[in-house]
């Protein structure tokens, strides 16, 4: 059993919830600002945040099994590779469905009155999920990605404030939305011959490497764009923010420097490293700065 479980957890690659949990945690912060801040608050988001994206990884190797079969980069993949089993990744897909749905009742308990996060639960699920199936109709698929991450610091702010004062998470929302769609266009770079092989749909399987990498630079381009317009939507937020904004400008910078149309060799350094670090460094400047708030 040990082993089953190590295995599901590198088959959704657990270590990269650091994506998305980074940016939930800081529109939940911001959101503590004006509401008291409650332990079902910080728990709900935690295990929401885990067991919906456990539940969308999970799926989506599922869907993908066979493409990622023909692929050479993706075919040691688990489930192509036959060291789990099909039955055993789709119970702890529905597992994970069930954990998520659940989690939301932390929030209900809390506020009766706020009962959103429960009601969106599933609609919530079936659009992260659905991100799997979009590379097989539309080129978009990027952006759904992005969009799914959004939902990450909209709904732990909905989840502490309900809809009240919607401008700071929105915005850190699209800013979320458009680094992720870059960042994955980068990512899909590599599988751009298999794509255009395959039909699938993709950026650079439509557009060609050289033209996806100045689209991501734009989507990061676009970012950091909203992340100013947050400066500006937040009361809570000063110097200390500004100054985290410029080095999430330089290391976005340094991400598209480590990435060229004739070698793709850096895209997992840019891909994981980097964007980790962005994640994490501005969970880390939010919270430094309302500290000293």
Not at 249 to 271: I, P, S
Request: aromatic fraction near 12%; hydrophobic fraction near 60%.
């Amino acid at each position: 059993m040990p082993t089953v479980a190590r295995k599901l957890l590198e088959l959704i690659r657990f270590s990269h919830t650091v994506f998305a949990l980074p940016f939930a945690l800081l529109a939940a912060a911001l959101a503590w600002k004006d509401e008291p801040a409650r332990w079902q608050d910080g728990v709900g988001i935690l295990l929401c945040m885990v067991f919906a994206r456990s539940a969308a990884m999970a799926f989506n190797r599922i869907v993908d099994r066979r493409i990622d079969a023909a692929n050479p980069r993706t075919a040691n993949r688990h489930l192509p590779a036959g060291t789990l089993s099909v039955g055993v990744v789709w119970a702890f897909t529905f597992l994970c469905c069930a954990g998520f749905v659940a989690s939301t009742l932390l929030f209900y308990v809390r506020v009766p009155e706020n009962p959103w996060p429960l009601y969106l639960s599933v609609p919530t699920l079936l659009f992260v999920m659905g991100y799997s199936l979009a590379k097989r109709f539309t080129s978009l698929a990027h952006f759904w990605l992005g969009v799914a991450l959004m939902l990450a610091p909209v709904a732990a702010w909905v989840a502490v404030r309900g809809f009240t004062d919607m401008a700071p998470p929105l915005l850190l929302g699209l800013a979320v939305a458009f680094w992720v769609a870059g960042f994955d266009i980068f990512y899909a770079c590599q599988d751009a011959a298999f794509d255009v092989a395959t039909g699938l749909h993709s950026v650079p399987a439509r557009f060609g490497v050289a033209t996806s990498l100045r689209i991501a630079a734009a989507c990061h381009a676009v970012m950091f764009g909203l992340l100013v317009g947050l400066y500006f939507a937040s009361p809570h937020l000063g110097g200390v923010f500004l100054a985290g904004l410029g080095a999430v400008g330089a290391l976005l910078v340094y991400e598209h420097r480590l990435v060229r149309a004739d070698d793709l060799t850096g895209v997992n350094r840019a891909f994981f490293h980097v964007n980790g670090v962005i994640s994490l460094g501005l969970l880390a400047v939010v919270l430094v700065q309302l500290a000293l708030r």
